[in-house]
């Protein structure tokens, strides 16, 4: 068996000098605005060029919401725009057309791009934000997007959040801006859901101690048809 | 003073040093029977009521050589004689078979490696395998500590088989985000065979073979308690087990309960580089990395001079939290502290594994007849949310994502014959699996497999000194599944069923060979070469994986063509034992005819539903099962001296490479070169509280790896510190105190999963243990 296994070492040896492809292939390209707001029922094409040193074979171009396990949303949809594109050559410039239907629930929305060579080689993922918006998704009203405050002293946020049919959660998190990985200053939910809320007003008292500079306190209503509106309030402490 | 009956008989003599002084208290153990005594202040022991047959003696004393011999009992033999050779590894001494095949270190043809509960108890590692990896050619592939599978010469999953008190254990071993379900606490005894093992281990044991054994009260009358608690500074967490055991004439019995509990583990780093975006890890602990543990296991036996039998019923159970960053694209939010270090949040996983067994050896006609036979019950489930994408999979109230249980039952019966000149093995393997399927992502189907096996292994001496072991096996195997599907919705409306894979049936028989060869060419000096033909049989998840595999970050599809995997094996060992010095030395050889891999594909994985074609949501690269002739070969070295009488300066190093012929391209998860320096200190101080001292540095330097496949990241060189301080003293109680990565040393593991999202290695971190052993034995007459 020794000899056996010896012959087949090296006949197994592959001799070939051409070094397999290992090289990656990029997104050259992607003419798209991160942050980008879309109107439901628009659309935006995303012109995409792709390069590799030998072959190309796919690109994946993935679109799907942001809403981070939020499960509210009965009539409208979440947008799912995730297609893949055919390539070939060693450049190839695409465009994927993301059409957007009228009743596409508004909020953020990711778009991640990665592709492929005919080797199986992948690119790193692309990832951009954007936003789809509805005529009919909660707006803020009498809400101060800016405020001083005083470390170790009590202060109001208040605001007035509408709809035009019915709101049904409204949730907020108060962070530490220098250090968005430290569990939030303060969080909460408040739930809607089970009558017919037109207007909802947001009055919560906070303090923030010394050791935040500056804060930020983010607010993100659903309404019953699943619009996501997201807003902010920048806090400076002193 | 016992009378001999009829058909009963007596064996007795002296154990000494080497240099004739008698040893005291010294372990005489009959290995078939289980039947035991201590030798008195004369070095004199007296086994009574011994019946005709084939035995092996063993003779085990701690600092000496332990020592095995085969005694064929016709009548009483009362000349004995036993001289122990003072010995320079504490690791050589105390274990001398624990091998299915019932062989010693040096007369394995393959090299075998053993270690006991002192070494487990030094190594400060987190986890079972981890504890292991500072012997050369075992090493382990980690998600985040705590859940870590073992890896033998770079090969990992189904190529490596693990069995606890001689059965194999099941429990999904392909999956790469779950260790072993295996209470580490029980573990006093680990044999770990390198090499091609399909004999008699069945045809997984590719890479080898790790068994696990505790420590029974076999052999003598005792009785004793014993706690140990374990805490670590990289998790905070806090470990405890307890066990009981006690044998009175031959009945015995062992309790033992385990528990585990560890926060989110720290790293050095504050953020980390998920590909291009830099992420924080706040306070330098990763999210949601947390896990508990829990284990019993419960032992009762019974041994006479016909043999022994004995019951097995063990439960582990784990529950651990997947770090929040590894489940698709980590982001901001996803890593923002909830508040606890300490709590398993979504998503996490749950294992369970239920283990009953009953194992018995038995005496016919002066041959010898083992049987294992047991049932497993494996869980395994991922609890999280789905996609949070419009199109996808319904999350069902209890997020059930993943839940597979697999139930395994097995019969081992192995028969020993012995004459004049030879020893022969005849063996007899079944197994029975089914694995059962829910939750709404599945990544296999639900299955049944079947295995019967015969073998045979005859070992003989030739005229000129050399062992030769001859052996063949054949096998039946079945694999079975039913077509799959799996409905998906997009947003809660059902879109249709998508097919996961087909109906499948097939009845594969295989067969192995192999030729073992061993001496002692001159006095220490042993060689052994082994060479094998082995045939794997392909596993479900080769066959019909098709899914999302979270802990390895792809998607993964089988091939219901895939043939079994034949290799050639080739192994030689040179093992050198001479006064101060101990050197072992294998290299290895393997050529794999058709080696299964998982090739990346240049495709995105899709799903069809009713002919339409869909990407398939968060997936990414479609990594399908294919097979390429590959290469596999390496070396390990160990290398020991003894400078003093306490001191012991050694050096191990390790390499491995596995090639696919046909893409030119290497494995993944293959360690680099590595070459670890260390020096031993063991005192046993005149003292009247203190027994022993151990203390040992370790300086480990791995090379960088840039044998990697593509879409792999290469890892750059490092070099890791290890201390370790072990105090044993004589009222009953060891204190272990160890220190990993002493220098605190920023690097990424080649074994780590966690590589690919950029997360390092653990830092530096303190390992704290006592435990205590309350033991009664009473006077060995």
Sequence with gaps: MLVVSAILWGTGCNDDNTPSDEDKPTITSVNFLDGTS?????????????????????????????????????????????QILSLSGTSADQTANLLVPNNAAAGPYHLEISVLDAEGNRSDVKVLDFEITQLGQPTYTNL??????????????????????????????????????????????????????????????????????????????????????????????? | MCLASFGQHTLSGYVTSESGIPLESVDVFLHETH?????????????????????????????????????????????????????????????????????????????????????????????????????????????????????????????????????????????????????????????IIKGASALVYGSDAVAGVINIRPDLPKGKDQFSVGQQATCNSLNESFGSSTYVEGNKGGKWFKVRLSLLRAGDYKVPSDSFLFQTTKLPIYNNRLKNTALDE??????????????????????FTQQSGFFSGAFGIPSVGLLQHDGDFTNIDLPYQEVNHLN????????????????????????????????????????????QALKLQLNTATLNARYFVNDSNSKKIFGLSGQWRNNVIDGYEFIIPAYNTGLIALYGLGKTKSKNGWRINLGGRAEINYVSFDSTAMPFYRNGT?????????????????????????????????????????????????????????????????????????????????????????IESSIYGNYFF?????????????????????????????????????????????????????????????????????????????????????????????????????????LGFYSQQNRVPRNDIPTEAYSL?????????????????????????????NMSRYKIIGIQEPGRSVVIGVSYKLKSTPDPH
Excluded: C
Excluded at chain 2, 533 to 544: C, D, F, G, V, Y
Excluded at chain 2, 597 to 603: F, K, V
Excluded at chain 2, 652 to 674: C, G, K, Q
């Design chain 2, 494 to 582: 059902l879109v249709g069923f998508a097919q996961r894979n087909v109906v499948f049936e097939t009845f594969q028989p295989l067969w192995a060979l192999g030729i073992g060869l061993n001496k002692e060419i001159k006095k220490g000096l042993f060689i052994k070469i082994n060479s094998a033909k082995t045939s794997r049989m392909i596993q479900p998840n080769e066959l019909a994986s098709n899914g999302l595999h979270h802990g390895a970050f792809r998607f993964e599809k089988g091939d219901i063509n895939l043939k079994p995997e034949t290799a050639i094996q080739n192994d030689v060992s040179i093992i050198y034992e001479r006064k101060r010095w101990l």
């Design chain 1, 144 to 238: 101060v997007e800016a405020m001083e405050v005083k470390a170790g002293e009590e202060f109001t946020i208040t605001f007035t959040v509408e709809d035009d049919v019915d709101l049904a959660e409204v949730s907020y998190k108060l962070i530490d801006h220098e250090n968005e990985s430290a569990a939030p200053i303060s969080d909460g939910d408040i739930d809607l859901e089970g009558s017919s809320d037109l207007s909802f007003t947001f009055d919560q008292k906070f303090t923030i101690d010394n050791s935040v500079q500056e804060a930020e306190l983010i607010i993100s209503t659903f309404d019953s048809d699943g619009n996501l509106s997201i807003t902010e309030v920048e806090i400076d402490v002193k």
């Design chain 2, 594 to 698: 058709n080696f299964v891999y998982l090739a990346p594909s240049n495709q995105f994985a899709r799903l069809e539903i009713d002919g339409n074609v869909y990407p398939y949501p968060e997936a990414g690269q479609l990594y399908a099962y294919t097979q390429a002739p590959a290469r596999h070969y390496g070396f390990e070295t160990s290398i020991e001296y003894k400078v003093l009488s306490e001191l012991i300066l050694y050096s191990t190093s390790e390499y491995t490479e596995v090639l696919n012929l046909e893409r030119d391209e290497y494995a993944p998860f293959i360690p680099p070169l590595s070459v670890k320096t260390g020096l031993e200190y063991i005192f046993k101080p005149n003292k009247k509280w203190l027994d022993e001292i151990h203390a040992e540095v370790n």
């Design chain 2, 356 to 399: 009953l067994s009953t194992h018995a050896n038995i005496l016919i006609n002066s041959n010898w007849l083992e049987i294992d036979a047991g049932f497993q019950r494996n869980n395994r489930g991922e609890v999280a949310k789905p996609h949070s994408g419009a199109f996808g999979e319904e999350a069902t109230a209890d997020n």
């Design chain 2, 35 to 191: 039947v035991g005594v201590l030798t008195d202040s004369n070095g004199f022991f007296n086994i009574t009521g011994v019946k005709k047959g084939h035995y092996h003696l063993h003779v085990t004393y701690a600092g000496y050589h332990a020592q095995q011999r085969d005694i064929d009992v016709m009548s009483s033999i009362d000349n004995l004689r036993f001289g122990l050779e003072q010995s320079i590894n504490e690791l050589h001494e105390v274990i001398i078979e624990n091998s299915l095949e019932k062989q010693d270190l040096k007369n394995n043809p393959l090299q075998v490696i053993h270690v006991d509960a002192h070494f487990l108890k030094q190594q400060g590692g987190t986890s079972l395998m981890t504890k292991l990896e500072k012997i050369p050619g075992i090493g382990s592939l980690n998600n985040g500590v705590g859940v870590s599978k073992p890896a033998l010469r770079g090969l990992n999953g189904n190529r490596v088989v693990v069995t606890t008190d001689g059965i194999k254990q099941e429990g999904q071993q392909w999956g790469s985000d779950h260790g072993l379900e295996v209470d580490p606490n029980n573990a006093d005894k680990i044999e």
């Design chain 1, 38 to 82: 879309i109107q439901a029922g628009g659309s935006l094409n995303v012109r995409i060029t792709f390069s590799d040193n030998m072959e190309l074979s796919e690109a994946f171009v993935e679109v799907h919401d942001n809403f981070e396990g939020h499960k509210h949303g009965k009539a409208n949809l979440k947008y799912d725009g995730s």
């Design chain 2, 294 to 315: 829990l284990a019993f296991n419960a032992y009762l036996g019974i041994s006479k001079n016909w043999g022994y039998w004995y019951a097995r019923a063990s439960y």
């Design chain 2, 721 to 749: 510190v290890n201390a370790n301080l072990a105090l044993y003293l004589k009222s009953g109680f060891d204190i272990n105190l160890a220190v990993n990565n002493v220098l605190n040393t920023e690097y990424f593991s």
